[in-house]
C-alpha cells in the first residue's frame, strides 16, 4: 500500500486522473489524501466530487474553503454563488443531494498519531499543538452537524483576527475555520491576517509565513497543507506545502508520505488567471 498527498484540486478532473495515471495509483490499495479545495475555479467539480466520493475510505478528504463556500451556497439560503465560481453543475446534479452529505461529513483536520502527520488545508496559529487543532476542528465539525445553517450563515468574514482560548460562539468557530481552510500569514502572538495573498517573503513585518514562527508549537508533527498557491511547493520536515496552482495554469502535485521519492505533477492548462476572484 502506498500513501499520497494530493494538492487543490480545484474541480480539475482531467488533470486527477493524469496525475492517478502517472503514479499508478490503485484504488483497492492505495490511499490518497487530498488537502481540501476539491472544487470550484476548475471545470468538473461535479466529476471531481463523483470520483472522490467513490473511493471511500480510499481516500481521507479535509475540507477546504472552496469546499465551505459550496456547502454554505447548498445549505445557506442566503448565500449566492460568486463571479468567478464554476459550482452551477454540482448545484444542479441529479445526485447532488448524496454528494453534498459527504462532503459535509469531511473534517477540517486529520492526524495520524502514529506517524506524527497532520492534514490540514491551510494552516495553524503558532498556539496550537496537532493534537488542539484536532479538539478545535471536532467544534466546528459538531457545529455543522447540529445545524449546518446556522453555522454557514455566521462563518464569513475575517474577525476576530486573534486567537483566545475565551474565544466563545460563532466567534470561535469562525477563527477556527479562517485558520484551517485559509491562513497564510499571522504573528508570533495569533493574529492572523486573512488578506494578503502573495509570496512568503512580501508580508509586512511582523506577519510571516504560519510555519516560520519559531515557538509553533505544532513543530512536533509534519503538517501536510495546500491552499497557497504562491508560495508552491514546500517540503521539509514539519511542513509539506502542495497547493502548485493547478487551477492557474502551474500543476497537480502528489507527494508519496510513507516511502522517500520524488514528487509527481502533471500540468494543467489554466481555468482562472491570477488575481480572478
Not at 470520483?51 to 475510505?57: H, K, S, T, W
Not at 494552516?123 to 454557514?152: C, I, N, S, Y
Not at 498557491?229 to 509539506?240: A, I, N, Y
Not at 497547493?243 to 521519492?261: I, K, M, P
Request: charged share 25%; hydrophobic share 45%.
Amino acid at each position: 500500500m502506498a500513501r499520497y498527498a494530493i494538492g487543490d484540486v480545484q474541480g480539475c478532473h482531467d488533470e486527477l486522473r493524469a496525475l492517478l495515471t502517472a503514479l499508478r495509483f490503485s484504488s483497492d490499495r492505495d490511499e490518497l489524501w487530498f488537502v481540501g479545495d476539491l472544487v470550484n475555479r476548475g471545470p468538473q467539480s461535479l466529476e471531481v466530487l463523483r470520483f472522490v466520493r467513490a473511493l471511500g475510505e480510499n481516500a481521507v478528504v479535509v475540507l477546504g474553503n472552496h469546499d465551505l463556500h459550496l456547502l454554505a451556497v447548498a445549505f445557506d439560503g442566503g448565500r449566492r454563488l460568486r463571479r468567478h465560481d464554476t459550482l452551477d453543475a454540482v448545484l444542479a446534479a441529479t445526485d447532488r443531494e448524496p454528494l453534498l452529505e459527504w462532503l459535509l461529513a469531511r473534517p477540517l483536520a486529520h492526524l495520524d498519531a502514529q506517524r506524527g502527520e497532520l492534514l490540514v488545508h491551510a494552516g495553524l496559529v503558532p498556539q496550537w499543538t496537532a493534537t488542539k487543532a484536532m479538539a478545535l476542528a471536532r467544534e466546528v465539525e459538531a457545529a455543522l452537524a447540529r445545524d449546518a445553517q446556522a453555522m454557514f450563515r455566521d462563518m464569513y468574514g475575517d474577525e476576530p483576527n486573534r486567537w483566545s482560548e475565551r474565544l466563545a460562539g460563532a466567534d470561535r468557530l469562525r477563527f477556527i475555520v479562517n485558520t484551517l481552510t485559509r491562513l497564510r500569514f499571522c504573528t508570533p502572538d495569533g493574529r492572523v491576517d486573512l488578506r494578503f495573498k502573495g509570496a512568503p517573503g512580501d508580508a509586512p513585518a511582523p506577519l510571516a509565513p504560519w510555519f516560520e514562527h519559531g515557538d509553533r508549537r505544532s513543530r512536533g508533527a509534519r503538517v501536510v497543507c495546500g491552499h497557497w498557491s504562491t508560495l508552491g511547493f514546500l517540503d521539509r520536515d514539519d511542513v509539506l506545502a502542495i497547493d502548485t496552482g493547478c487551477v492557474w495554469g502551474g500543476a497537480l502535485t502528489a507527494v508519496r508520505l510513507d516511502a522517500a521519492s520524488a514528487p509527481m505533477s502533471v500540468p494543467c492548462a489554466g481555468c482562472q488567471e491570477p488575481g480572478d476572484g
